[in-house]
């Protein structure tokens, strides 16, 4: 095609009717990476507008004293919102829209793993916003602050709808990133070109492996206290009232294992941005790669110790606030090494000062302030004299909006010309950088000292005569003045789509992969896959693109209709098969659609509209767990060009089994937050109330678990099976695995129901009862998963040709029978047990 412009017309058409997007209605359809990525990006800008906007208005509040713009109501519903969409609809959701956007590109895929997940986290996150925000318009958001503390967010201190929103939206949103970090986890690991080994990973793609996991493990306590507190609300289960042997500090607790997290989860990505901006502007490899993977993974292991920081002031025992103060104090020093890193590449390159540069600079000296401030506020002596004041609101804005937002901005510059194909203007980029940076630290510098004279955060109004006039004045310009640079930086970004220059081919003289397409890329990212062999491909070798465009590398072939990347070993990246992967399609937006639906019914109490929403949302979910593996909407034909490797559905490790492998990682976070809250109580709450006898049949619970383990193990023989090529009566075998777990189904719950549980009465029968209706979920759908594999046999989906799917099946299996016993010993045994002296 080197010469023969018709030959290579032809072979990109193939590819664009194959990979193209749809427009119209089926836009809705999109689960192309690009799209979604930008979608959130977008999406995330609309919040940020909105949550921009609602600080405006309390620093308007607090300009003068004894001003009355929002009455108390009002003001207690705009702080909490504005921090709610800041860190749950802007912040994350943004930082995944450019996970989402760049990893395919950078380590040279064509899409993630599991499109229509993206697509469905992205409605997720929609429409859980609009149902968030909505509530502001009709003047019933919540006002319990963005933590939602018990007992204030309980049904007898905020007896609206205002939490009842926020627990539902969040809930909802919260869905939305642990789909991401799902399929980011798999598509990193299990995806990258040739050659790309772990050794070779650019160091954005390491950042967002961790991030990824973080999600992962750090989501689920506050999904698990979002449905807890809900269920309080709503169903009167009382797990954090101090009467009925709940412990409001449990909500502390569950909310802090993800909070502490949360600030990592952001500032890693963010990061990531640096270390992949910064190398490219000093034009030289960064100094100590393996040293900033090294702490890339030791920051996401110490950030889950260090959730107690926040909570030194609620009487914890100060064993307990030694240990998390010098946990605090050490999560610092691997992000020494990152910022040292940086000063190093700096110092040994030569910098040009383009406007992502300036972000950059800004970041830096930013969040090292906010840094030393948390150092000092991981003093417990510290801590307590200036908790709950301006001053933790200035640092906290200071690491996240030093430590996220003047990155991000550096990244949105840096890539202007892959979403566009056109440059910024740099005298407007000049300005606005300018503007923000004097506008902030005005705002938020002068706010410590606001927090040193004693002002307290979370108030509506003060005195004149506290000393606090001049300080919050100042503070309030400041907070203008930032608010016209991020105008700037807007009119700069909408101008350069019409009037910007146009770009080059990697017109920062970048070194990583996603540099090599087009600009803006094409749907498909790569017509051909490169081999790398280097950290430094484009510096290795500037005519990547040419050749890629051209045809000269691999999976050039696309007449079979599929679309295709690579499917890679997690350690070296050689080739292992063929991911064949899912076309557009209606049902990730429909499902998040029914989902909304069930949210909606449930903050308006219309249960038996939830149960039929709850009831579509599964059906449209098993109805796309049809279309997968061998099915013809999946893989169209199983024909491949000699010498390929196979394709993943004909396998027995295809990218389904890393998938249900991460997120039993996040349900068994989950769990184990339940767990924790269950000893928590039995151990801390002042009014823990054990019952004279049990009130769940033990003997009834073992029959059922022994149904459950017989079945596992018959699952097993049925994959033992499959792996050695036999396939003989696997239909039957499936059906009667399915049988035998719809028995131990159906005793499971009529022991429940003949329990003599009382969960509305005590939490020791509330939290009992979540875990049984924990395992009737997880147990129904075992069942149902196994009758659909039987089905499948019966379709010629699933056989010795295609043995794919059982064995990602018997995970969800071994998962389910792993957590049965735990709450059997939990439930049973441990009561057995306890000896009250």
Request: charged letters at 10%; aromatic letters at 14%.
């Amino acid at each position: 095609m080197d010469n023969d412009p018709q030959a290579a017309s032809d072979f990109h058409n193939q590819f664009d009717k194959v990979w193209g997007n749809p427009r119209g209605w089926r836009a809705f359809t999109i689960v192309n990476h690009t799209t979604i990525g930008l979608r959130f990006l977008i999406t995330g800008g609309v919040f940020f507008l909105i949550g921009g906007l609602l600080a405006m208005l309390i620093r308007t509040q607090l300009a003068l004293p004894g001003h009355d713009l929002l009455t108390p109501e009002i003001y207690n519903q705009v702080f909490t919102m504005h921090g709610t969409i800041m860190m749950f609809l802007f912040a994350v959701p943004v930082m995944e829209g450019f996970a989402i956007y760049l990893i395919p590109k950078m380590i040279g895929a064509r899409d993630l793993v599991f499109p229509r997940l993206s697509a469905f986290g992205y409605w997720c996150y929609l429409f859980g916003g609009i149902i968030l925000t909505s509530s502001l318009i009709m003047e019933i958001a919540p006002a319990s602050g963005w933590f939602m503390y018990t007992p204030l967010s309980s049904a007898v201190y905020a007896p609206g709808p205002g939490s009842d929103f926020w627990l539902l939206g969040i809930t909802f949103v919260e869905i939305s990133a642990v789909s991401a970090g799902v399929e980011l986890v798999v598509s990193i690991m299990r995806t990258r070109t040739k050659g790309m080994s772990l050794q070779r990973m650019p160091l954005f793609a390491w950042y967002i492996l961790a991030m990824a996991l973080m999600i992962v493990f750090g989501f689920p306590p506050l999904i698990l206290g979002s449905i807890l507190l809900e269920l309080e609300r709503a169903a009167g289960m009382p797990f954090f009232d101090v009467a009925r042997g709940g412990d409001p500090i449990l909500w502390q607790h569950l909310f802090w294992l993800f909070g502490h997290p949360e600030v990592y989860i952001l500032f890693l990505p963010a990061a990531g941005m640096v270390s992949t901006i910064l190398p490219v502007f000093a034009q030289r490899p960064i100094a100590g790669y393996r040293w900033v993977v090294l702490s890339i993974i030791t920051t996401g292991f110490i950030s889950f110790g260090l959730w107690v920081h926040h909570m030194f002031t609620v009487g914890i025992p100060q064993l307990a606030q030694a240990f998390f103060s010098a946990a605090s104090m050490m999560v610092a020093i691997p992000t020494a090494i990152q910022v040292f890193v940086w000063l190093a590449t700096l110092w040994n390159g030569r910098p040009v000062y383009a406007p992502p540069m300036l972000w950059i600079l800004g970041f830096l000296i930013i969040f090292v302030a906010g840094g030393l401030t948390g150092v000092m506020l991981a003093l417990v002596p510290f801590d307590w004299q200036v908790h709950d004041t301006h001053f933790v609101v200035a640092h906290f804005h200071y690491v996240l909006v030093g430590g996220m937002f003047f990155p991000l901005m550096a990244g949105i510059y840096y890539w202007l010309p892959h979403f566009s194909g056109r440059m910024p203007n740099r005298q407007l980029a000049r300005w606005g950088f300018w503007l923000v940076f004097i506008g902030f630290n005005l705002t938020f510098l002068v706010m410590h000292f606001t927090g040193l004279l004693g002002m307290p955060r979370r108030i509506y109004t003060y005195d004149a005569n506290l000393g606090w006039d001049i300080p919050n004045m100042i503070s309030s310009v400041g907070s203008f003045i930032m608010a016209t640079g991020i105008a700037t930086c807007l009119l700069d970004i909408a101008l350069h789509f019409r009037f910007g220059e146009k770009a080059k081919a990697n017109p920062w003289n970048a070194d990583t992969l996603e540099w090599s397409t087009s600009l803006p890329p094409s749907a498909y990212n790569f017509a051909t896959l490169p081999e790398v062999t280097s950290r430094h491909p484009l510096w290795e070798n500037p005519d990547l693109q040419r050749t890629i465009e051209q045809g000269h590398h691999d999976l050039a072939t696309i007449d079979h209709g599929r679309r295709e990347t690579w499917g890679s070993d997690p350690l070296t990246a050689k080739t292992r098969e063929i991911i064949h992967l899912p076309g557009n399609s209606w049902l990730p937006f429909f499902a998040a659609l029914t989902t909304a639906a069930l949210c909606m019914s449930l903050l308006t109490k219309h249960y038996m509209v939830a149960i039929v929403a709850a009831l579509c949302s599964v059906a449209l979910l098993l109805r796309w767990s049809w279309e997968n593996g061998a099915h013809p909407q999946a893989a169209p034909n199983q024909r491949r060009v000699e010498n390929d490797p196979p394709l993943h559905s004909r396998t027995h490790d295809g990218p389904g089994l890393w998938g249900m492998a991460v997120t039993l990682l996040t349900n068994g976070s989950l769990y184990l937050s339940l767990l924790f809250g269950w000893l928590y109580l039995w151990t801390v709450a002042p009014n823990w109330q054990l019952p004279t006898k049990p009130p769940v049949d033990g003997l009834a619970l073992l029959l059922s678990g022994v149904c459950l383990s017989v079945a596992l193990w018959w699952f097993k023989v049925v994959i033992k099976r499959l792996r050695n090529k036999v396939t003989a009566h696997l239909q039957p075998h499936l059906w009667g695995i399915s049988g035998l777990g719809f028995i131990h189904l159906a005793t499971l719950i009529v022991t429940w129901q003949t329990a003599a549980l009382k969960p509305q009465v005590t939490s020791h029968d509330a939290v009992i009862t979540v875990m049984l209706v924990y395992q009737v979920l997880h147990s129904g759908l075992a069942v149902i998963i196994t009758a659909l594999q039987a089905l499948r046999v019966g379709k010629g989906y699933v056989g010795h040709k295609a043995p794919y799917e059982p064995v990602v099946v018997e995970r969800w299996w071994v998962y389910t029978a792993a957590v049965f016993w735990i709450s059997y010993a939990a439930i049973i045994v441990l009561p057995m047990m306890w000896v009250v002296p």
